[in-house]
């Protein structure tokens, strides 16, 4: 349902990123004393609201007089027992006080305007030029009433209590079929006091996004918290039952504010609308101060030149005057270029370059991946072998790869190797960390055997064996983990013998070539694969 996003009372707009227009609603708390209700204008204010409002009714113009058992208050309200006819002759507001009133309200600076229960009050307010007309909640089934309102052109407010979704459509609907283009809604919970948990807040962005209109709030609720937070959720209009003071009999005072509460709630509400703003990433205004405290590269103890940087000399600390912490794995590894006093911010001019031979081992050594990598690694991946233990759906395109290579030069989350011959170079599989995370000391881990002839010999072993050294000693990660098919068995029985055990908790499974197949997780601690290695080592 299409509508406007505002509406515009005395020239004021009212809607999402203008201030909330707050209503002082006056009732009955006047107890029929004139003198008691310009008073009420004036405490109104004094408290700094936009508006005043009354209501337009007489005890005939809204029931009958009747003593008959339906006419009577019951269910626990706050006046059970009497006649309706006899509380609206009590709480009624006289029409000939009203064009004074409005005078009043409008030499202070603020609005008024009036609930009209009937036709003729309709047409008794378009007589004073109320800048805007309302609708009760007990009146937005009244379908000619709202019709009546509509047809006048001036902007429209409903109260939605007690309504359904259906009922509130009908009236708004109607009223723009009568003329109305300007509509807002109001939640409402029509009961006297309202009890918190039965305002259901939750509803104003709702109706906004149904109605696409300015949505507010008249509360009846005891209190200020609940209109403020409605401020919070959205809300562009607040309307509250106002008394000079609770301590005075009177059909509503009850569940009315006095002026230093109504003043609390407006305060309160002119500072919840600034915190809302609007979406926002980034530094603020205030934050700009506070940005050089953020965490960036440090030397933490003293660095001779030519030494590598580790986990023990290069931490991610505050202040943020070094590189950012992003870089922390591309700078471990290399080494300085320079003597680095304990306490200065890693900068580039600091960093070697990165060792060009890569990592070595005995048999094989893991070099960084390239350009000119980009057809063997395709070729590896489309072999049906390897595509069909892999999560992927299906292999790479080399345009694919050629992007994730391009890729992977802006990432510090990920590093991938060339597994190579140390006798001819000879390229023959491919191993690396991805979802690199310094702060948890955590990665992902990956391998592949793309050449037939090196697979089970020893090759992945030996090549994992390097890479762990590589993650655990130079990126100082604490845990790598891996996903793959529970029935790929020759791969399982690889990682528990370099020391991974399964995480039950991570079990899965993933759909592939077009059936599901079970997958499962496994985790290697660093304490495992160090013992193992001193094992190893001790062995040999």
């Not at 509380?87 to 006289?94: H, I, K, N, S, V």
């Not at 080494?335 to 060792?355: F, K, M, Y």
Request: aromatic share 8%; proline share 6%.
């Amino acid at each position: 349902m299409t509508g406007a996003p505002f509406i515009t009372i005395n020239g004021r707009r009212i809607g999402k990123g203008h201030p909330v227009y707050v209503i002082a609603e006056i009732s009955a708390n006047h107890n029929q004393n004139f003198e008691e209700a310009v008073r009420l204008i004036e405490a109104a204010k004094e408290a700094g609201v936009d508006a005043v409002k009354l209501q337009t009714y007489t005890a005939d113009t809204l029931t009958i007089r009747s003593d008959k058992e339906c006419f009577r208050i019951s269910g626990g309200t706050l006046w059970d027992g009497k006649t309706l006819y006899d509380l609206y002759g009590e709480a009624y507001t006289p029409w000939e006080w009203q064009p004074k009133l409005k005078e009043v309200a409008n030499r202070l600076g603020m609005d008024l305007f009036s609930t009209a229960f009937d036709p003729t009050a309709v047409d008794f307010l378009e007589s004073l030029d109320v800048p805007v007309h309302k609708v009760a909640s007990f009146e937005n089934v009244d379908i000619p009433l709202i019709r009546k309102m509509a047809g006048t052109g001036r902007p429209l407010i409903i109260s939605t209590g007690m309504a359904t979704l259906p009922e509130i459509e009908e009236a708004v609907s109607s009223a723009r079929a009568a003329g109305a283009r300007e509509i807002a809604l109001l939640k409402c919970t029509s009961a006297y006091p309202a009890p918190p948990d039965e305002t259901h807040l939750s509803t104003i962005p709702h109706l906004e996004d149904v109605f696409h209109v300015p949505v507010g709030l008249s509360d009846h609720t005891l209190g200020v918290a609940v209109p403020i937070a409605a401020v919070a959720l959205g809300a562009s209009i607040v309307e509250k039952h106002f008394t000079l003071s609770r301590s005075i009999p009177g059909p509503d005072s009850v569940f009315s504010l006095e002026p230093h509460e109504l003043k609390e709630m407006v305060s309160a509400i002119r500072t919840v609308e600034k915190a809302v703003g609007s979406v926002h990433y980034g530094l603020s205004t205030q934050e700009t101060a506070s940005a050089s405290f953020r965490r960036s590269l440090f030397v933490v103890n003293n660095v001779k030149a030519g030494e590598v940087f580790t986990p023990g000399n290069v931490r991610s600390i505050r202040p943020a005057c070094g590189i950012h912490p992003r870089y922390l794995t591309e700078v471990l590894g290399r080494h300085a270029v320079c003597n680095i006093e304990r306490g200065t911010p890693v900068s580039w001019d600091l960093v070697g370059p990165p060792q060009s031979g890569g990592i070595r081992g005995e048999r094989v050594y893991l070099r960084p991946m390239c350009d000119q990598d980009t057809d063997v690694v395709v070729g590896w991946r489309n072999d049906p072998f390897i595509s069909g233990q892999s999560f992927s759906e299906r292999p790479p395109t080399r345009q694919e790869h050629e992007s994730f290579l391009a890729e992977l030069q802006r990432r510090s989350d990920r590093q991938e190797f060339i597994i190579a011959l140390q006798m001819d170079d000879r390229p023959i599989g491919q191993i690396g960390l991805s979802r690199i995370d310094p702060e948890h000391g955590r990665a992902e881990y990956g391998i592949l055997i793309g050449d037939h002839e090196f697979r089970g010999h020893n090759m992945a072993y030996e090549a994992s064996r390097q890479l762990f050294d590589h993650a655990f000693r130079t990126l100082g990660l604490r845990c790598v983990t891996l996903h793959l098919f529970s029935d790929n068995v020759p791969a399982r029985r690889l990682y528990e013998r370099l020391g991974f055990v399964e995480d039950p908790v991570a079990a899965g499974e993933r759909l592939k070539d077009g059936s599901t197949r079970p997958t499962m997780s496994m985790y290697l601690d660093r304490c495992v694969w160090e013992e193992r290695e001193s094992t190893c080592h001790s062995s040999a």
